[in-house]
């Protein structure tokens, strides 16, 4: 399967009454924009209104709390729609053109549950932490109808669909826009891979999806991933968001939609592609609370990697406690096939960094990459201007009472900072 | 994925009223509401249990919330011993180690915090054993009148 990506660089984002590109500018019209999103009826039902703001790299910013973080995105050629079995019908993507809106997303924010977290910071030194800090962000910040506090299962899913129909009528500004940029992307069937390059090692990346309930479930082509045995897709299909995020705790470690769509397992290994590996496919699977289910798709997991042949395998798990063990069962059961295992992970380790870091090991997972340790303590500044509330920083996932002090500085673990963590890699801190 | 062992089976240990007042009378499972007792010792009874031969259904550190933020905690043994599992055992262990590592924060949560922390346990352990959580909630909601 072969995907071609066209970058489209975004510079600066202006609110218009036209929607345009130009000049690396994005003009957008936020009244165009909602409309779009309130064309769903549980929006409609859920989400009384909607309000935009405009945040640029460098400025005295902060926001909070942050639900999604989404890249515009438009198929220009090839079947299927963007974030296929949601926002468009059911059909494989992952092949064609597609435009990416590049250096800029569309970030959700606002209330779902009391102790919301996920601040992304403009500037300063939170603003080290995020990468989200580093691109012009369209913020959409909802406000929940009457009696939600009854009804955030349904709050929770208005809001999600609402942020992808936004970066959904975003992207389409894009069609007609002709690339900065473009590269391909392809992977091979088995026997033509095998062919092809009969002496790289085949390597698959299997990625792991938080599934564990409300807050904390992730989508392909719209299936809560629960409810899925392990399976496999072509890493292009998850660059046309065939994989989404409903996961809004740990910002410091969930992967929110941009994650998966700009997946750097994937990009990493599409650029060993060839010339030092041979990139077979993603596996994908969950992390249950069930143990039988864990046990089950870990076996699943294990036995897709021997069916395929493989000789290596990366896997990236998302979320804390819970996911460690499934990851453990991953590596141990992926390495007794006689597979090579690299584990991506998170720490854990106490502000101090002396505790041990996750809540399970195992001798087998020997290659361990780390995301940084998100108890680390870190201050945060004042910033001149909020987008969002500060009403959840004293109970966020990593602040405490007294975090948000009367001066407006944040004392706070690196849990709050959204994307900090990540443990696809996707951000600058590790350890050697 | 809901391929459940027997629910007849499952003893749901829990300091969550919610998870009571939307999953009692509902299954086939027992519960076991216990709202005096602390998430650590929610941990220790399971635990101990599991030591006594107890089969341990659901992941003790379920969710992303940290065991040092939210004070509910709802898991699932079972009703009777079937023999002392090594793995369970040291899942618990490590459960506790895990629990224990976290620097204990004194707060007091207002009342829509508490309720929500209530409701992320519930749904957690409503989605593992495929129990229809807003269904369950709707009914509660129907009952009290809301």
Redesign the interface.
Same mark, same amino acid.
């Given at each position: 399967m072969k995907l071609e990506l066209g970058y489209i660089q975004i510079k600066d984002i202006q609110f218009s009454k036209e929607c345009k590109v130009e000049n690396g500018t994005l003009y957008v019209d936020p009244d165009a924009v909602k409309a779009f999103m309130y064309e769903d009826d549980d929006v409609k039902a859920w989400v009384k209104d909607f309000s935009f703001d405009i945040a640029k790299p460098g400025e005295s910013v902060r926001i909070t709390p942050v639900k999604d973080v989404i890249e515009p995105r438009v198929k220009v050629e090839g079947p299927g729609g963007v974030f296929p079995g949601v926002i468009n019908k059911v059909e494989t993507v992952g092949s064609g053109k597609t435009h990416v809106l590049r250096g800029m997303a569309v970030v959700t924010a606002g209330k779902i549950v009391g102790f919301q977290e996920g601040i992304i910071d403009m500037s300063g030194p939170g603003a080290d932490y995020t990468p989200f800090s580093k691109l012009n962000n369209l913020v959409v910040v909802a406000e929940p109808a009457e009696g939600y506090q009854d009804h955030k299962h349904e709050y929770e899913h208005a809001v999600r669909i609402a942020g992808l129909r936004a970066a959904t009528y975003i992207g389409e500004i894009g069609r007609n826009v002709t690339p900065d940029e473009t590269a391909e992307f392809e992977t091979l069937g088995i026997k033509e891979g095998i062919e092809k390059y009969p002496n790289l090692p085949r390597v698959a990346y299997v990625h792991m999806l938080q599934s564990q309930g409300l807050l904390h479930d992730t989508y392909v082509y719209g299936v809560d991933a629960k409810r899925s045995l392990t399976t496999i897709i072509n890493p292009t299909e998850t660059m046309d968001g065939a994989i989404i995020s409903g996961n809004c705790v740990s910002a410091c470690d969930k992967n929110t939609t941009y994650h998966h769509q700009n997946n750097p397992v994937v990009a990493n290994l599409f650029a060993a592609h060839g010339k030092t590996l041979n990139y077979v496919c993603n596996i994908i699977t969950n992390e249950n609370v069930y143990l039988a289910d864990k046990q089950r798709s870990s076996d699943w997991t294990s036995k897709l990697c021997r069916l395929l042949d493989l000789d290596g395998a990366l896997v990236s798990q998302e979320g804390f406690g819970n996911p460690d063990t499934d990851l453990i069962m991953n590596c141990k059961k992926i390495e007794l096939q006689g597979v090579k295992t690299v584990i991506i992970t998170d720490e854990y380790a106490g502000q101090d960094g002396k505790s041990q870091s996750l809540a399970d090991a195992d001798p087998l997972a020997d290659a361990v990459v780390t995301g940084g340790n998100a108890n680390e303590v870190i201050i945060l500044p004042k910033m001149d201007k909020v987008i969002g509330t500060l009403d959840y920083v004293d109970v966020i996932a990593g602040g405490h009472a007294g975090s948000l002090r009367p001066d407006g500085t944040i004392e706070a673990e690196l849990q709050v900072i959204t994307g900090a963590t990540n443990e696809m890699g996707f951000n600058r801190l590790s350890a050697r | 994925?809901?391929?459940? !062992?027997n629910p007849r089976d499952y003893l749901i240990l829990t300091n969550n009223p919610l998870v009571h007042r939307c999953m009692e009378g509902q299954g086939l499972y027992t519960i076991r509401l216990e709202e005096d007792k602390s998430f650590r010792e929610i941990l220790v009874e399971a635990r101990d249990m599991v030591y006594a031969g107890h089969t341990?259904?659901?992941?003790p550190? &379920? !969710?992303?919330?940290?065991?040092n933020?939210?004070p509910y905690k709802s898991l699932i043994v079972s009703m009777v011993p079937h023999g002392f599992d090594a793995q369970?055992g040291e899942?618990m262990a490590? &459960?506790l &180690? /895990?629990f224990d590592? %976290?620097?204990p @924060? /004194? =707060?007091?949560?207002?009342d =829509?915090?508490l =309720?929500? %922390?209530q409701? @992320?346990d519930y749904?957690?352990?409503? !989605?593992? @054993?495929g129990f229809d959580?807003?269904a369950g909630?709707r009914r509660v909601?129907e009952a009290e009148g =809301?």
């Open positions: - | 994925m809901a391929t459940m !062992g341990l259904y659901t992941h550190l &379920a !969710g992303s919330v940290k065991p933020e939210t369970y899942l490590n &459960a &180690a /895990v590592k %976290f620097k @924060i /004194v =707060r007091e949560l207002p =829509r915090v =309720r929500d %922390f409701l @992320i749904t957690l352990l409503a !989605g593992a @054993i959580a807003e909630l909601q =809301r």
